[in-house]
C-alpha cells in the first residue's frame, strides 16, 4: 500500500512565524502536491511538483513556498505565517503520465495561526 | 465556470438503504479520468472508485458503483447497503489530460450522514 505521511497531525503557529510542513511518500511517485482545505471550498491546489528540485504553482501559491530535493519528501513553507492561512493541509502523491492513477493523500495537518 | 459541481451540501441516508452522491463535471476534452474520494471526519482522503472516458462500463469496487452518463457528463456515486461507516465527505474529481502533470480538479463536496 502506498503510504504518504504528514509530519504533523495539529500544529499552532503565531503570525509572523516561518512554518515548515512536511510529507514524504514511499513508492517512488513522481508527483507530488500540496492542498489546502476550507470548508465551503473543496480541496484548492497550492503547488505541485513533478520531479526533484520541480515545481509548479497551483490555483493558491500566494503566501507559499515548496521545496523537492529528493523524490520522496515535498515541503510547504509558509514565509511568514497569517491568520488566513490556518487550515487543513493535505499533501498527496501519484505516478505520472496516466490518467487513471489516483493520488494518494496523507492523514493532513490541521494548522492553526494565531 | 467550475469544472466539478457537486449540487448536494448534505445527504441523509438510512442504514442498509441505498445512496447516490451526483456528481457533474465541464470538458471539452474527449479524454478524462473521473476519481471519487471520501473523506472520514479524521481527515484523511480516501479513493474509492475510478471511470475513465472510454471505459466501456460504469466502475464498481464492492458496495461502491459509478453511474457514468457521459453524454450528460454525469459520474454519480451510488453506495449501495449504506452502513454507519459511511458517513463522510466525498468529493468527485477530475483529470484532464491537459491540465499538465496529473493535477486532479475536485468539487466542493457531499457530506452523507447516515442515521441507525
Known amino acids: 500500500d502506498v503510504k504518504v505521511t504528514q509530519s504533523s497531525r495539529y500544529l499552532v503557529k503565531r503570525t509572523g512565524e516561518k512554518v515548515f510542513l512536511e510529507c514524504v511518500q514511499d513508492m517512488d511517485h513522481e508527483n507530488m502536491f500540496w492542498y489546502r482545505q476550507d470548508p465551503g471550498l473543496g480541496l484548492r491546489l497550492i503547488y505541485f511538483?513533478?520531479?526533484?528540485?520541480?515545481?509548479e504553482k497551483g490555483d493558491i501559491p500566494e503566501g507559499y513556498s515548496v521545496s523537492r530535493e529528493k523524490k520522496e519528501r515535498f515541503s510547504l513553507i509558509l514565509e511568514s505565517a497569517s491568520t488566513n492561512q490556518t487550515s487543513m493541509y493535505l499533501c498527496?502523491?501519484?505516478?505520472?503520465?496516466?490518467?487513471?492513477?489516483?493520488?494518494?493523500f496523507g492523514d493532513g495537518t490541521r494548522l492553526s495561526i494565531l | 465556470a467550475q469544472k466539478i459541481t457537486q449540487t448536494q451540501p448534505g445527504m441523509f441516508v438510512q442504514e442498509k438503504e441505498a445512496v447516490t452522491l451526483d456528481c457533474t463535471y465541464d470538458t471539452s476534452d474527449p479524454s478524462y479520468g473521473l476519481f471519487w474520494y471520501k473523506q472520514p471526519s479524521s481527515g484523511e482522503m480516501i479513493f474509492l472508485i475510478y471511470q475513465g472516458s472510454y471505459d466501456q462500463q460504469n466502475a464498481t469496487e464492492g458496495r461502491y458503483s459509478l453511474n457514468f452518463q457521459k453524454a450528460r457528463k454525469s459520474a454519480n456515486l451510488v453506495i449501495s447497503a449504506s452502513q454507519l461507516g459511511d458517513s463522510a465527505m466525498y468529493f468527485c474529481?477530475?483529470?484532464?489530460?491537459?491540465?499538465?502533470?496529473?493535477?486532479?480538479?475536485f468539487g466542493k463536496g457531499t457530506m452523507l450522514l447516515v442515521s441507525p
Open positions: 498527496a502523491s501519484s505516478l505520472g503520465g496516466t490518467l487513471e492513477q489516483p493520488q494518494h
Open positions: 511538483s513533478y520531479d526533484v528540485k520541480m515545481k
Open positions: 474529481a477530475m483529470r484532464e489530460p491537459n491540465s499538465g502533470y496529473s493535477t486532479l480538479t
